[in-house]
């Protein structure tokens, strides 16, 4: 957990949303146990239904992991739709495909092994719903990579647009402020991208506050 969002406001949020299956909550156990960032039942319950929302039948991620937040895209897209993983990280890759086929979602997802922002240029649009979770300092140039490929009516969704890691939630809102402080790269990352996407007259962007908080922003 987080001191940016409450433990007890996230409690409430994953008590509200979608249950997750056996094999999400077996996700949560290995996230927990390797000490491995996701972005949590609360949050993938909101990712799914965003998809559902805007009848996503492609998705594309910047940064997949071992497949967490794949995996409750994969439950919103139809049969023939298709989610795109992007990781860095073998293990990683064979273990996501392990998932997604125990969850009967092999038929409608593609796991990429290399950098997504390469991998996304090998790519015809449109997507439906892209996500952003790769290396913060990069956020920006992950947008600029696709957003000509997102379907009009579509979102682009930003994982850790609040904290992190190596984020500072108070530096990071005096930047957005329009302040100007010393901080760490990917806290600069996370506000160039913020100030981007609002930015794009194309886009209409606001924020999820859970787990580690959620741009989203739509292509009008």
Not at 101 to 118: K, N, P, S
Not at 136 to 163: C, I, Q
Request: net charge negative; with cysteine.
């Amino acid at each position: 957990m987080n001191d940016v969002v409450p433990e007890h406001i996230e409690r409430f949020a994953r008590l509200v949303g979608p249950d997750g299956d056996e094999v999400v909550a077996e996700m949560d156990a290995h996230a927990e146990e390797t000490g491995f960032p996701t972005v949590g039942p609360a949050v993938g319950g909101w990712l799914r239904l965003l998809a559902r929302m805007v009848d996503a039948r492609r998705v594309f991620e910047f940064g997949s992991g071992f497949g967490y937040s794949a995996y409750w895209f994969a439950g919103a897209v139809p049969t023939e739709g298709e989610v795109v993983l992007t990781e860095f990280d073998a293990e990683n890759c064979e273990r996501a495909r392990e998932y997604l086929a125990r969850g009967g979602y092999d038929d409608r997802t593609v796991v990429e092994q290399g950098d997504a922002i390469e991998t996304v240029e090998r790519y015809d649009g449109p997507f439906d719903v892209v996500l952003v979770d790769n290396e913060k300092e990069r956020y920006t140039e992950a947008f600029e990579a696709v957003r000509e490929k997102v379907a009009p009516g579509g979102v682009v969704l930003a994982d850790n647009a609040m904290t992190a890691g190596p984020i500072d939630f108070d530096a990071l809102t005096e930047l957005v402020a329009g302040g100007d402080v010393e901080t760490t790269d990917a806290t600069r990352g996370i506000a160039d991208y913020l100030e981007t996407v609002r930015a794009a007259p194309d886009f209409e962007t606001t924020l999820l506050p859970v787990g580690e908080g959620v741009a989203v922003s739509f292509h009008r």
